[in-house]
Structure formats: C-alpha cells, structure tokens
C-alpha cells in the first residue's frame, strides 16, 4: 500500500537556522508531492508542490523542496527559520491527478530564541 | 474569494446521537473530499466526489458514516448513532481538477467533533 514517512516528530530549531524537514513516500511510480502547513486552530495551507519538471520547488513563506527519485523523498526546506514558522507540517502524496491524498503524521516545529 | 468553509465549526453531541456536518467548496470546484484527522496524526481519507457522483468511500470506517453531495456543490457528512471513538476533526476539501495545474486542494478550517 501507498505511504508516506515523516522521521521526525518534532523538530526545535533556533530562530534564523536553517531547516530541512523529511519525507519519504513507498510508490512504484513518481507521485504528485505536497507540503502543508497547519498553525495551531488552523486549516491546512498549501506551501508548495511537485508534479514533474525541475525537482526543486519554490514555495511560499521561502520554503522549497527537493524530488529525489532515488531516494523517494521530498524534503522541506528553509534556510532561516523565523518564530512565525512554528507550526505542524505534513507531507502529502496523491498518486494520480485529482485523488484523494495520503498524509504522514506530521512533523511539529517548535522555534526558539 | 471565499475558501472552503466547513459548519458548525466545533460539535459536542452525545453518544447515539447523529450529526450532519457540513462543507461548502470553493464555488465551481468540481471535486470535494472528506478527511478525518486525529490528534497528533495526519488527516486520513473518508471518500470523494467529482460533481455530484461519489467516486470512493472506502475510507468510510464503517455504515454509521455516509456523505452525499446531491447539486455537485455543498457537501454533508453524516454519522449516524455516534460513538466516542468518532471523536475528531473533519477536514473537507475541494479542488478545482480542471487541469493538472489545478490538482492542489484546498482545505477547510474543519469540524471538531467531541462525542460525549
């Protein structure tokens, strides 16, 4: 069955670090990849996505994201975290257009001073 | 324009008592999915519809659940005799799905759901 991995539960870094957030997914061909974003008493918002063509993606917020067929990932990353990026961030995959999607758990960013 | 909105926005009931919750997509979107999420985890799939027809529900958990969309706009989902173990938030969501440019959805605010 399709699935996606989130390693990391929780994730504490400094403000004005640089962050990389996992996400592996088990499917024979190559997926449509999501990243969302969800603040506390929030909906899910959209950082940014994958179909085909160059493997790095930009996103909002300077989020982007890297496709490695070989490694079936899409990494999240940032490279100076500020405290409004405290939040929970899942990764997703649909494995045909306009499917429903399968979500990780969720990694929880929590930012220090 | 307006997102997706979801009704009520939280809902206490008791345990047996049915509950209707609702979604209104973004106008013209032709595809509405329902996902469950529980604390801690990541949303889980219920079922979909493309316009008015449902095109998977085998993420229904069992037949207490059902979900219609009959004018291929606004969106119910029901679960009828309610137990504890429905206790969670309902996420709906709707995609445009006219091109592949347009396969991202967009998610509601959601429906916390506590069974009492």
């Known amino acids: 069955a399709q699935s996606v991995t989130q390693p990391d539960i929780h994730i504490t870094v400094s403000e004005g670090a640089s962050l990389e957030l996992r996400c592996n997914y088990s499917?024979?061909?190559?997926?449509?990849l999501f990243w969302y974003v969800q603040s506390p008493g929030q909906g899910l918002q959209l950082l940014l996505k994958?179909?085909?063509?160059?493997?790095l993606v930009q996103g909002i917020k300077g989020f982007e994201a890297e496709f490695k067929r070989s490694q079936s990932s899409f990494n999240l990353r940032k490279p100076s975290v500020h405290w409004s990026d405290a939040a929970e961030y899942f990764c997703?995959?649909?494995?045909?257009?306009?499917?429903?999607?399968?979500f990780g758990k969720g990694t929880r960013l929590s930012v220090i001073a | 324009g307006a997102g997706v909105s979801q009704s009520p926005r939280y809902k206490v009931t008791k345990r047996g008592q049915d509950v209707a919750l609702r979604c209104d997509p973004i106008?013209?979107?032709?595809?509405l999915y329902w996902y469950r999420q529980a604390l801690g985890q990541g949303p889980e799939f219920l079922t979909y519809?493309?316009?008015?027809?449902?095109?998977?529900k085998s993420g229904l958990p069992n037949d207490r659940f059902s979900a219609e969309r009959p004018e291929g706009s606004i969106s119910t989902l029901t679960i009828q005799r309610t137990e504890q173990r429905d206790s969670a938030m309902y996420r709906c969501?709707?995609?445009?799905?006219?091109?592949?440019?347009?396969?991202?959805?967009?998610f509601g605010p959601g429906t916390r759901l506590t069974v009492t």
């Open positions: 106008s013209g979107h032709v595809s």
């Open positions: 499917y024979g061909a190559t997926p449509y």
């Open positions: 997703a995959v649909g494995f045909s257009g306009n499917t429903p999607l399968v």
């Open positions: 519809f493309n316009y008015e027809a449902q095109q998977d």
């Open positions: 994958y179909f085909s063509g160059d493997t």
């Open positions: 969501a709707s995609s445009s799905a006219r091109t592949s440019a347009s396969y991202e959805q967009y």
